[in-house]
């Protein structure tokens, strides 16, 4: 970011003094000796010549304007550049975001009243009835709910590393961990539900997180030491980003592996990181369903916690009975009210517990941004802020013309405007 400022802008305040005695003393600047002559009524109606009228304007002009000049060259005019950069001491955060199909219900726009225009119709003679209406103009889903809370968020992470991942009946990453907070905001706003499927899967949504969070770990160290150099195992370890937890299952299957001292030491020396796993979903495992779906998003939450790494798991959506779907967001915008299936809280609980995490429910706009709040106070984000200046002094630019100025004046009194006596 660059700046113009001037060092000592008090000088410029001499200009409007300097132009007020000017105006009050007009008549006594610049007055010179006088010849005193008896017959002036001769000269009353002699010709002036255009030199005498220049005499009178250009070396007045010339000296204000080298004076103007001198007082903002001493004011001393300067081109900042400012740079910054944080050395990051923060958290690296895995945000997992659902855009499954049912993220597509407006329970949760701030405003309330959304749905207008309410009708019912019955399905056969003897089928359901069924309600439905349409949202006023503008009005927020959930998806569009998370996305303003979630940058919000985001935007006060400065220092840390993000990766997000949206997730469905399949997941992807759409940022690799970055300290460019504003690409993953922006990359946020173009999540779109549906995106990645229309089901639910849990356990998709933590596995993906772990690899952009884990990098290089024990067993891919062990399978590195099978086929490569001492040195080369060495220097991979030090370059890329790894986890290394040396529990009694890990030293088992490093004293296995028979590695190198070198390499145990260079894993050990690895500081260890802050990460988590921020998991938002509105609804339950449905990718597998009953107690073997259950399991196996279990399993990888015990995956994230072999690596020291919390989930805190936010359900969101409210806790009514009945809530209105989305069923087309451009047009008409039509609504249908069906029964609200709520997130499975007990699972998301254990996510949690088995991570060391925390749960969080969230049934509106004001509660989530609460829980992202006390998200924050959990894990502080520390940084420091290195912050310089590269200044341009640029009073030259008018000291120059201020000398020159002057010496013009100088010359034009003493040549061609030259008075007598």
Request: charged share 25%; proline share 4%.
């Amino acid at each position: 970011m660059t700046e113009f400022r001037f060092a000592y802008p008090y000088f410029l305040l001499a200009i409007p003094v300097l132009l007020l005695v000017a105006f009050l003393f007009r008549r006594r600047l610049g007055e010179r000796s006088r010849l005193w002559y008896p017959q002036l009524a001769l000269l009353r109606n002699a010709p002036v010549s255009l030199r005498l009228r220049l005499a009178r304007v250009v070396p007045p002009l010339l000296f204000w304007l080298a004076l103007f000049c001198g007082i903002a060259a001493m004011a001393r005019p300067q081109d900042v550049e400012y740079r910054r950069w944080f050395e990051a001491t923060g958290v690296e955060i895995a945000v997992a975001i659902d855009t499954s199909g049912s993220m597509k219900i407006i329970d949760m726009d701030p405003r309330g009243e959304r749905v207008v225009d309410i009708r019912q119709y019955q399905q056969g003679f003897f089928g359901p009835v069924t309600q439905v209406g349409t949202a006023k103009e503008g009005t927020w889903d959930r998806l569009d709910v998370v996305k303003a809370v979630a940058s919000k968020f985001l935007s006060q992470r400065k220092g840390d590393q993000i990766t997000l991942t949206v997730f469905g009946s399949e997941a992807r990453t759409l940022t690799p961990l970055t300290h460019d907070v504003q690409s993953v905001g922006t990359l946020l706003k173009s999540a779109e539900i549906g995106m990645v499927g229309q089901a639910t899967d849990l356990r998709k949504a933590i596995l993906y997180s772990l690899k952009r969070l884990i990098g290089l770990t024990i067993e891919d160290v062990i399978e590195l030491a099978k086929t490569r150099s001492v040195d080369f195992v060495v220097r991979k370890i030090k370059s890329e980003k790894g986890s290394y937890v040396f529990d009694k299952d890990a030293e088992t299957r490093v004293g296995a592996a028979k590695l190198n001292p070198a390499i145990i030491a260079a894993m050990r020396a690895k500081k260890p990181r802050s990460q988590m796993i921020i998991l938002l979903t509105d609804g339950k495992h449905t990718a597998t369903e009953g107690e073997e779906g259950r399991q196996e998003v279990l399993k990888a939450a015990q995956a994230a916690a072999l690596y020291n790494i919390k989930i805190y798991t936010i359900g969101i959506g409210s806790r009514n009975a009945y809530t209105f779907l989305r069923q087309k967001k451009s047009g008409r915008n039509n609504v249908v009210r069906i029964p609200n299936d709520s997130f499975d809280e007990d699972l998301m609980r254990e996510i949690s517990r088995i991570t060391k995490g925390k749960f969080f429910s969230a049934a509106d706009k004001q509660a989530l941004e609460q829980v992202y709040a006390d998200i924050n106070k959990l894990e502080p984000n520390r940084f420091k802020v290195h912050q310089w200046e590269k200044t341009r002094e640029l009073y030259l630019w008018l000291l120059l013309p201020c000398l020159g100025l002057l010496g013009l004046e100088l010359l034009s009194r003493e040549t061609l405007f030259r008075r007598v006596p």
